[in-house]
């Protein structure tokens, strides 16, 4: 049963634009605090952003500040991954997921995972 469904990905040029879209139940999207991850082929996953279940706090790696944004719209049950100026080193398969105890996302209490949503940033 998929919990969290990733829409949004896709192919740009380098110093393109893309938005990731995550829903979810608003059971899930209620009580958790929402992130997206991210593994590039040959690596292991990694923190990209998230958002706190208020909204009022996120966090960022530190190779996609002030380039990535997230937010959540809590009326939709979705939040939301901008990335603009992207580039190469983007590209990968992103993930949703949702941690019901930190703010942070980790990955070790993440509880629900999407499917995964294919990035690809061309030189």
């Known amino acids: 049963q998929v919990q969290l469904g990733e829409s949004g990905g896709g192919l740009v040029q380098a110093g393109g634009s893309l938005r990731l879209s995550c829903a979810a139940s608003?059971?899930?999207?209620?009580?958790?605090?929402m992130g997206w991850f991210r593994q590039a082929p040959g690596k292991g996953r990694e923190f990209v952003a998230s958002i706190s279940r208020s909204g009022g706090t996120t966090y960022y790696a530190d190779s996609v500040k002030g380039r990535f944004t997230v937010r959540r719209d809590n009326a939709k049950n979705t939040v939301y991954l901008q990335m603009n100026s992207l580039k190469p080193e983007d590209t990968a398969v992103y993930y949703c997921?949702?941690?019901?105890?930190?703010?942070?996302?980790?990955?070790?209490?993440?509880?629900?995972w999407g499917q995964g949503t294919q990035v690809t940033v061309s030189s």
């Open positions: 997921a949702a941690d019901p105890l930190s703010s942070r996302v980790k990955e070790g209490s993440v509880r629900y």
């Open positions: 608003s059971r899930i999207f209620s009580t958790n605090a």
